[in-house]
């Protein structure tokens, strides 16, 4: 995080005081800007008519903007040390930058003000790939990646003693790869996915699987502290790559320092997160370059790179995040949106069809804001490909450090969530929007908002996106789409007038706001067009690890690699941790999307991801099950893997379950269950798809395996059992798995073939008992995995 977060005062203050650089010259000009009047924007593809009423009305921030263009956004040759890096560059302007509507900014100042406009601009436009447009409109980034150019020359250096590499990249250079690393800014400064890294600021990890577009390091200028000159900055970075490096390897980059250089230090990542699914054999590559990335052979070999676990790419591969102008100018928008003050934060809904970019806008958007505010709350609607939570949950959360990688790893607990139980919401709207709202709630107003929807937008998809941005009074609606054919009406203020929604119709007041709210979202919103020029837009990958399922998997093994501890340990599969017991009779339990014959219920739930669920009413079982009637609305503090009676299960249905009825809708908080005792361990019976550990029905208690801290689950009362499934990895590829089934094989006196007879035998002559056998660093022949599934068809 890069700035601290102000106490809560007033929502005007409080937004002035979260804002980075207090001395920015972002903000001599304070005066206030009032707020756009929607009824006098355009509903063309972005605000750009709009700007000259309010650059009329809004002279200080435009006077800023226009200084600001004048200290050109110009990389000439010489400045640019692509020269050295054998890479044609041309002079680069960007003429295109635009206020909050696309007015074009003058030249001719050498401000302050213009230092920091064009430093932004700069951070903005250098992101990525222009691909339509005049050459003039190529990023110095766009510059090298035409392909049968010559591979960019890195400068980095490997230290095998201190298991680190250190890159010196010249202003305006980069290096878009694959792979994960730790990042630390030694000096200068850089930026990855809008998000700038400073010397002095903390380390931070990148991730960049070929499951999407590859991230991309770029130097940026304009880091020299005021005051320095070329020769103390010089002589500052080459201490620093001094201290860095031993001397071998540090006098082959001392000489290609120079003041205004970015030095890099690149470490190995090795995380719970990355030691979790890179156990796992069909992931082991997941860090690896693509199919299409080795067809092309895009790797450029570097030794220093590979040593802390990157590949640089080049050619058309190296194309990392594709910006095209309307992309451009709709980051600029919002960031103007946030940083102007207008009368309430921005909130920014963004839209658009299935694989047209809105997630990685997001992302891309959230690290861009993150540069000038501390925090971003963010809502996700979008049930399929969640950000921060595993399929299946809505939420709310807020952001505050970087996203600098897919989804699967930044999966946290959100600060509020819903559990909905599938990856879509066709089969209950109502439900889906009613949770929404009951999310909605809990946002504070104090920070800018991001809400990311689904990629559902025919039919009644598109009229529930017309609710979502009636419930929440967008302020900013980005609308995304790709191709020649559009994929859905442009939402304009205008046609939001006569749209019908699924809950919501015209004439329609802002459902959910306060009168404030309410008075300002009547008068529509901002619409931001985007046209994602990225090869593939609109089609689903279909290369390994893009797939939308192998996503949602790799987002709930993100989720499960927290039970994983931090320290340098052997990975642990999912049934090795001791569960928490829950007696049947203190929580309620519910499927969420379809009937299940109250007798069968406890088949369900065994061996199940489950929603943790926080009703308001007390509920208490006659001893056994006791099974909700409807699936209600109420927090949902994370999921667990449910581990329910199977051993005993006459047992447990032998009493009727009892029915909790009608489970009001509402927020509530929580009942106490019981819980493990910490050492306590539950006696393996026989495995089950993996997760099960054990089961005492005689006690009547489920077992479940999260990663939800104990003072957290004690306010769980309810376990919804969703369609969202483990992982099928999870179940059929860890080793104890194995073990535990070839195990329970033998005692159970089912015919074990003798391979596997033989691995039990060896383990049992060289001393192991049971309990070490389901050690992770146990490691099985191939035969023994093939005896397996022979056993699973048993
Ligand atoms: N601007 C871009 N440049 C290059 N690749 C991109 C860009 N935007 C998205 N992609 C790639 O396209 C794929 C889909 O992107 P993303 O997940 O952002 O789309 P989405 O609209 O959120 O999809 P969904 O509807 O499934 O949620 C990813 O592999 C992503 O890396």
């Known amino acids: 995080m890069k700035v601290h977060k102000a106490s809560s005062r007033s929502k005007n203050e409080q937004r002035n005081a979260t804002k980075r650089h207090p001395k920015s010259k972002w903000r001599v000009h304070n005066k206030r800007i009032r707020s756009l009047d929607p009824s006098q924007l355009t509903s063309s593809p972005t605000v750009a008519k709009v700007v000259p009423q309010l650059a009329n009305r809004q002279k200080s ?30 002079p680069v302007t960007f003429p295109h930058v635009h206020t909050n509507g696309g007015t074009e900014l003058e030249t001719g100042s050498d401000s302050e003000d213009s230092r920091d406009w064009s430093s932004y601009a700069k951070s903005v436009l250098q992101n990525g790939l222009e691909m339509k447009g005049g050459e003039e409109d190529l990023t110095p980034v766009a510059r090298v990646q035409l392909e049968d150019e010559e591979p960019p020359e890195y400068h980095a250096q490997y230290d095998h003693v201190q298991n680190h590499t250190v890159l010196v990249l010249q202003q ?13 800014c030694l000096s200068g400064r850089v930026e990855v996915m809008g998000f700038t890294i400073e010397q002095g600021q903390q380390p931070y990890p990148l991730f960049s699987p070929p499951s999407h577009c590859p991230l991309t390091i770029i130097a940026l200028g304009d880091c020299a502290p005021p005051g320095r000159n070329r020769k103390e900055g010089r002589l500052e970075a080459k201490a620093i790559v001094r201290k860095h490096l031993s001397s071998e390897p540090r006098k082959r980059l001392l000489s290609e320092v120079d ?50 676990g990157l590949t640089a790419l080049r050619g058309l591969c190296a194309r990392g995040l594709v910006v095209s102008r309307s992309y451009r100018e709709a980051l600029s928008s919002l960031l103007n949106a946030w940083e102007g003050d207008f009368d309430r934060c921005p909130i920014i809904l963004v839209c658009g069809a299935k694989n047209s970019g809105k997630s990685s806008f997001n992302r891309h958007l959230i690290n861009t804001l993150l540069n000038h505010t501390a925090s971003v709350e963010y809502l996700e609607c979008d049930l399929g490909q969640t950000e921060f939570t595993p399929p299946g ?24 969530m819903v559990f909905y139980g599938q990856s879509d919401c066709q089969a209950d709207l109502d439900r889906y929007l009613d949770s929404l709202k009951s999310l909605w709630r809990y946002y504070s107003g104090e920070s800018p908002i991001v809400i990311n929807t689904m990629g559902w937008v025919k039919g009644h998809g598109f009229q529930v996106l017309v609710d979502l941005i009636r419930f929440f009074s967008v302020t900013h609606l980005v609308q995304l789409s790709y191709g020649d054919a559009p994929q859905c009406a442009n939402l304009t203020p205008e046609f939001l007038r006569s749209a019908h929604g699924f809950q919501t119709h015209p004439p329609a007041q802002p459902v959910l706001a306060d009168e404030l709210d309410g008075h300002l979202a009547s008068r529509g919103h901002v ?30 093994l993100g989720y499960f690699s927290q039970l994983q501890s931090a320290g340098p340990c052997p990975v642990r599969p999912l049934h090795c941790f001791t569960p928490y017991q829950v007696p ?24 199940s991801l489950v929603g943790l669920c926080c009703l308001g009413e007390k509920v208490v079982g006659r001893g056994g099950p006791v099974l909700l009637s409807q699936t209600p609305i109420c927090p949902c503090v994370g999921l667990g893997a449910s581990v329910s009676a199977l051993k005993g299960r006459n047992a447990a249905t032998r009493k009727r379950p009892r029915t909790l ?3 009001s809708r509402r927020n509530f908080p929580g009942l106490r269950n019981k819980e493990t005792p910490a050492n306590a361990h539950c006696i393996p019976s026989f495995p089950v798809q ?18 939800v801290p104990p003072a957290v689950l004690r306010q769980v009362n309810c376990l919804l059992l969703g369609e969202v499934t483990l992982p099928k990895m999870l179940l059929t590829m860890q080793l104890a798995t194995i073990v535990d089934a070839l195990l329970a094989a033998c005692l159970e006196g089912l015919e074990v073939p003798t391979q596997s007879c033989r691995v039990i035998a060896g383990c049992r002559e060289s001393g192991s008992d049971n309990e070490d056998l389901r050690q992770p660093d146990y490691r099985l022949t191939d035969a023994a995995s093939l005896s397996f599934s022979f056993l699973l068809r048993k």
């Open 527 to 556: 619409l931001l067009s985007i046209h994602s020029e990225f090869e593939g837009a609109g089609t689903s990958g279909e290369m390994r690890h893009q797939r939308s399922n192998e996503l949602r998997d790799l987002a709930l």
């Open 584 to 607: 049947l009779s203190a929580v309620a339990l519910g499927v969420t999307h379809c009937e299940v014959a109250p007798d069968h219920i406890l088949y369900a739930a065994n061996a």
């Open 172 to 184: 305006g250079q980069f290096l878009c790869f694959r792979g994960k690393c730790l990042l630390t």
């Open 61 to 90: 921030k435009l006077k800023r903007l226009q200084k600001a263009h004048a200290k050109a956004v110009t990389l000439s040759p010489e400045e640019s040390n692509f020269v050295r890096a054998k890479v044609r560059v041309p």
């Open 690 to 707: 993996g997760v099960l550990r054990g089961v005492d029905m005689a006690r009547g208690l489920y077992f479940l395996v999260t990663p």
């Open 259 to 308: 003041s205004d250089s970015c030095v890099v230090l690149l470490q190995p990542l090795d995380t719970p997160l990355v030691r979790f699914l890179t156990s796992f054999g069909e992931l082991d590559h997941l860090f690896g370059l693509s199919s299409k990335e080795l067809r092309s052979q895009a790797a450029v070999h570097n030794t220093a790179f590979s040593a802390v």
């Open 393 to 416: 949950c809505l939420s709310l959360s807020t952001v505050t450090e970087p996203l600098l990688g897919p989804p699967f790893t930044h999966q946290r607990e959100a600060e509020h």
């Open 661 to 663: 009825a009608k489970t």
